[in-house]
T-cell receptor
């Protein structure tokens, strides 16, 4: 079946460090891929998305490229800030289904 | 634009009791979803409504969980009787009807003791 695997956290970085959070997926066909962010006490917010191979999604300095050959959608940011501390979820939507399938989430902690 | 409203924000109940959660989606959104997020895991879809009809409830434990969406707007999710393993955050989301443009509510955190 369809699934998403994320690197386990927590990931602890110093401010201005480079961030990578790995995400790989298993799906039939050509899923759409998403990164959601969950700040403490808040709901999930869409961070970025990509709908076809080689698409690059970007927002707020974050970016991820849809790599079909490696079935990956890794999240990157060149210089993290304390305000980026949150839990990040990779997700996919496959076929005609509206259902989002999420990974287990990766907690990011950025220290000043 | 108002977001997806959920209540209550927190709920603590004893096992075998019943509980209900309420969700008001974004105005005009045809599709409404309930997700369960257990601590340390990603959200999992429980049920999806299109207007007031059920599209997908394959992951809903129907012996104890029920949900309805009256008049295709508000929705209520009920658990009766609750078990310890139902402790989780229950997230409501809505979308215009195409599966794109999901908006999530802040969730209801349920603790079963």
């Amino acid at each position: 079946g369809n699934s998403v695997t994320q690197m386990e956290g927590p990931v602890t970085l110093s401010e201005e460090a480079f961030l990578t959070i790995n995400c790989t997926y298993t799906a039939t066909g050509y899923p759409s891929l998403f990164w959601y962010v969950q700040y403490p006490g808040e709901g999930l917010q869409l961070l970025l998305k990509a709908t076809k191979a080689d698409d690059k999604g970007s927002n707020k300095g974050f970016e991820a490229t849809y790599r079909k050959e490696t079935t990956s959608f890794h999240l990157e940011k060149g210089s993290v800030q304390v305000s980026d501390s949150a839990v990040y979820f990779c997700a996919l939507k496959a076929g005609s289904s509206y259902k989002l399938i999420f990974g287990s989430g990766t907690r990011l902690l950025v220290r000043p | 634009e108002a977001g997806v409203a959920q209540s209550p924000r927190y709920k603590i109940i004893e096992k075998r009791q019943s509980v209900a959660f309420w969700c008001n989606p974004i105005s005009g959104h045809a599709t409404l979803y309930w997700y369960q997020q257990i601590l340390g895991q990603g959200p999992k879809l429980l049920i999806q409504f299109q207007n007031n009809g059920v599209v997908d409830d394959s992951q809903l434990p129907k012996d104890r969980f029920s949900a309805e969406r009256l008049k295709g707007v508000d929705s209520t999710l009920k658990i009766q009787p609750a078990k310890l393993e139902d402790s989780a955050v229950y997230l409501c989301a809505s979308s215009p009807g195409t599966g794109e443009g999901y908006t999530f509510g802040s969730g209801t955190r349920l603790t079963v003791v």
